[in-house]
């Protein structure tokens, strides 16, 4: 049990202000790079530093130390001891990188372990072997097929519509039709795979191999620990497959679907039908809308083979072991998504003692969070673990974390998994999805702010267990039937998922929490049905069937029986006119005597107003849009936690009046997650209400323990007090770089061995021209690692680099930064530079050295590296005490400002600087001021310190960017605003001119056409406009 103290009758107050480890955050720690033990050790007490609970050891692009070896072992046995000593946990992964499966390719050396599908074409291949027997004679003899041949078809399409079809012997002629054959293929090889390929997830005797290479290996060194110090271990983007769909009816393009070689004899012995008899079937639409149950059992089977082989198996073998399985799969956030890769998310998450998700670059998945913590109720789990904050780049700031964790944590997410800790930024590293949550952020030492939030948070929202009386039919089986060629089906399929994300977001943002019930899961979750409807530990009063085109048998049974016994059922939109795929007006018998509404916004929070047991209203009376909630039974009390969900980048100042109604008489009781302080909070009972009337800014959530009672403090207390501004700061203002400034170096002129030099190009562009020249693999997304590859590969090219420096004053003292400074040679203005590392930059693997001093005018470093195919070229800093201008695609050195203006600090000469900035500034006031406020009304910073005649006053983060400073005396005082950097305008893909591009990984650094410019695109930064002080009235 992670959650011990859950247990306890009353949350512990001196646990809510202190929360303990298992309450805590728990990063993806990047292992990519050789390990040693000095860097393992201080990088955990950085993580505890932090303010985090643990830590995963997750295998990561760069790995050196040959993965899963006795070497590695001691690594992860050395990391498990240090977790205890320090009171924290240590979670395990069970990858070498992503997908889990493979082991890093271990278990795929063998063949028939490796992943297939079935390849439909009307190419008649002669490559693969004529039968499975052939096949499997090959690999026995230690060679490697590309697959073998299945079936032929003639096949006959009415006007794009399957008229009819059969089977046909493989060189057979047709007079009518087309002749089609069908394949089994193995994955190709893939260097992400160190070159052998993904495991075959619907085979249970791969995925055993999986866990003798994998998990036996970690439960031989830390077995004691398990369900102790070591929680559990994280899977990641397991998937099947990939299905496809013809993008025409009558297109000649190969298509595909997911495959196993015992498939049809499954199929069979669950349906008495030959799979390859109506194979045509998957692929292409029957003529007069009939819909083919062929298809729908085809993707409910194969969803079964998985969720039996990969979860089942995994599951079982940790449950045993007294370890929890937890992590997430591939593509679990829309209908199509998930059937592309799953087949139905929620079967897979039965067998998890922790179901989790990832949530990236920001996105809104609610459906993704909604789905596993739907499994986590019913299942009666512990809670529900988020991967998140991945791919939101260097800029990504205390506010972004912040409303990304709040609305997952209302949504039951409890063990947040920071994406990502990179150990080390070596080479490909740095551009591995950023940014790194950790040392190399300036801003890491004050990540506890973010960080006791969440943990207070979960000291709450752990006990008891969620107040959900609505459950929802899962609506995925209708996106089997409709997988059909995009031309026919496509509008189809857009429409199933529209409705799905509209559904999904009118309940929640209605403040109508609700769980999904899976069709697949509901005949063991609910064996008899009765009034609530019990859905293995939750029950609900209320059921809808959200236009749903097909509907199991089984769950009409239920639903009717529900219906007997009183309950209420509700179909909104269309009825469903097939069961179990076939037509039948059972559904449409049920919901005559049921409730139907239309498929819209108004008459479903209508419909479930009954249900509500929170409103929440704006000043304007209308239902707030903007919040998202958790409601928890525990021990005669409940808990309320109310959150932001979406960004609000204007006026940030002002608060938005709720009018709260909560149904049930209570004393509410406020758990400040931000101080960790607990106070009475003003509410008066209405009718059958408790009411609260609160100001919450941008960022601002609220928990509330609900104590049956009335209110010990009335609402004509509750009024927020009003901010008086008095004075502006003046500027300019002096200040303090925490770091030397920047030149960024990141384009040169550039010869290949003895070649000549050619015009100037980005650095990262010159890396690739040269290995597609020497016939490389191009270090981008996709890499062997490390380990799997010769040690002392010979270096036999050199490449040359030679930087143009403009300044115009001459510079003493400057460093420069690069990684593997000792392999090059190094010449300023014709003269060898003696490397002497005495430091580094952002990162260990960027080391420092002093360089000759540069005079004024152009200044020419030529830099010689040895090159080969594990070379990394990588873009240099000139760091000192100068200033830097950028004019479009050019820098030059300039003097640094005595003092900064208020405002972007990119254009006042720190374009590249990534560190913290103190604006150091002097008060002069006439007459002291009580209960003065600082209030920056406009910065771009991840988070500001504030000191005051040298003490520590506090952070801002979060709307409505004020601190109380206590009273001001007549006279002077000393105020320093620190601004934390964040590391975009010197490791930022400061090249990308595609605004909406997301995906910030190694790709996102090497655009090319309209979405690659030479200009720097550089993040804004600073105290944006002029601090005020004021109080409040």
Known sequence: MLYKKSKAVRLDESLFLNPTSEYRGTPFWAWNTKLDRDTLLEQIEIFKEMGFGGFHMHVRTGLETPYL????????????????????????????????????????????????????????????????????????????????????????????????????????????????????????????????TYVDVLNKEAIEEFIRVTHERYYEVLGSEFGKSVPAIFTDEPQISRKSVLRFAEAERDATMSFTDDLPDTYYTAYGVDLLDVLPELFWELPDGKISQARYRYHDHLTERFAAAFSDTLGKWCEERNLALTGHFMSEATLYSQVLALGEAMRNYRSFQLPGVDILCDAKEFSTVKQAASAAHQYGREGVLSELYGVTHWYHDFKGHKLQGDWQAALGVTVRVPHLSLMSMAGEAKRDWPASIHYQSP????????????????????????????????????????????????????????????????????????????????????????????????????????????????????????????????????VPELVDALPSQRAHELAAACETIPFDRYALLSALDSERKVEVRVRNGKLADNLFHQIREDNGCKWLFLCHVNRKRNLVDRPERYHIRIKGHYNPKIYDTITGQIYSC????????????????????????????????????????????????????????????????????????????????????????????LGYPLRMDRLRQPWTLAEGESCDHLLRLRYTINSQIPVSGAKLAMEDPENAQIYLNGQPVDVKVDGFFTDKAIKTFAIPDLHAGSNELLIEIPFGRRTNVEWCYLLGDFGVRVRGAHAEIEELPQQLAFGDWVPQGLPFYAGNVTYCCELVLEEKIDKAVLELPHFSAPVIAVNLNGERKGLIAYAPHRLELGTLSKGRHQLEIVVYGNRYNSFGTLHNANDEFRWYGPDSYRTSGSQWTDTYLLWKMGVLSHPIIGRYE
């Not at 946990?89 to 890093?104: F, I, K, N, Q, V």
């Not at 702010?449 to 209708?478: M, Q, W, Y």
């Not at 800014?697 to 007090?721: F, I, K, T």
Request: hydrophobic fraction near 35%.
């Open 682 to 773: 003003p509410a008066e009972i209405e009718g059958e209400h408790t009411v609260i009337i609160r100001d919450l800014y941008a960022e601002d959530s609220l928990l509330l323990q609900l104590e049956p009672g009335a209110p010990q403090l009335g609402l004509e207390m509750s009024s927020a007090p009003s901010f008086k501004p008095l004075m502006k700061l003046t500027d300019p203002v002096q200040y303090k770089l925490a770091e030397p400034n920047v030149l960024l170096l990141d384009r040169a002129e550039y010869a290949f061995d003895d070649g000549e030099f050619q015009p100037v190009e980005e650095i990262l562009r010159i890396d690739n021209k040269f290995r597609k020249q």
């Open 443 to 574: 801003w890491y030492r004050e990540y506890p702010f973010v960080e006791n939030h969440f943990a207070r948070l979960n000291t709450a929202l752990t006990r008891g267990k969620p107040d959900i009386s609505i459950g929802v039919i899962h609506p995925v089986e209708s996106m089997w039937i409709a997988w059909g060629p995009n031309d026919q089906t496509g509008e189809l399929r857009d429409q199933l998922d529209k409705n799905y994300q509209n559904l999904i977001s009118w309940l929640l943002y209605g403040l109508l929490d609700f769980d999904f019930i899976s069709e697949s899961l509901l005949p063991d979750l609910c064996p008899q049905a009765a009034n609530p409807l019990q859905v293995g530990e939750m029950q609900y009063s209320t059921v809808i069937v959200p236009d749903c085109r097909t509907i199991r048998s089984t769950t009409l049974a239920r639903l009717e029986a529900f219906r007997r016994a009183g309950g209420r059922v509700i179909f909104m939109g269309s």
């Open 69 to 196: 070896s006795d070497e590695f072992m001691e690594y992860i046995k050395l990391c498990s001891e240090k977790a205890i000593e320090e009171e924290m946990l240590c979670w395990l992964y069970d990858e070498d990188r992503y997908p889990s499966g493979a082991a890093g390719g271990l278990v795929t050396k063998n063949l028939r372990y490796r992943a297939r599908h079935l390849l439909l074409s009307k190419k008649d291949y002669p490559d693969f072997e004529p039968n499975k027997e052939q096949f499997d004679r090959r690999i026995e003899a230690g060679e490697k097929p590309i697959g073998y041949y299945l079936a032929s078809y003639c096949i006959v399409l009415t006007n794009g519509y399957l008229g009819s079809y059969r089977r046909i012997k493989r060189c057979e002629q047709v007079d009518v039709g087309d002749v089609w054959h069908a394949y089994v293929r193995l994955s190709p090889e893939d260097p992400w795979y160190n070159d052998q």
